[in-house]
């Protein structure tokens, strides 16, 4: 269990009510009944799906500003010149779209190109 800052949750009265009905049965509190439903949202693997459609919508309201990318895409070429697409895009965190739009900036600033479907590094001048 990981204690963490309080929150405040606001249920509406159908789906409190559902929690109240699962008082004593799925925890001994409507906390610790919301707390167990939170976990099997996170913990079973059921809503796998569901956790990266959000992950990616987030990324894509949300991208990281320019420095933090510049920053990322220096380390990530200290280790190697080539990635696979994929792989660069998670470790930038951003979505795909985001990164396809701004692969020609990127090219240009960092020395990178896309070639069957891997990032490679064919000159970092920095």
Do not use: C
Request: net charge positive; hydrophobic share 40%; charged share 30%.
């Amino acid at each position: 269990m990981t204690d963490t800052a309080r929150t405040t949750v606001t249920l509406s009265k159908v789906s409190m009510k559902q929690v109240e009905e699962l008082v004593g049965v799925f925890g001994n509190t409507p906390a610790s009944v919301i707390s167990r439903i939170v976990e099997h949202f996170f913990d079973y693997g059921k809503f796998d799906d569901v956790l990266v459609k959000l992950r990616a919508k987030k990324r894509q309201l949300y991208p990281p500003d320019e420095q933090v990318l510049r920053l990322k895409i220096i380390d990530l070429f200290k280790g190697g010149d080539k990635i696979p697409f994929e792989d660069f895009i998670d470790y930038l965190e951003v979505d795909k779209n985001f990164a396809l739009k701004n692969f020609h900036i990127w090219s240009k600033k960092f020395g990178i190109k896309v070639e069957e479907n891997l990032v490679i590094k064919y000159s970092l001048s920095l």
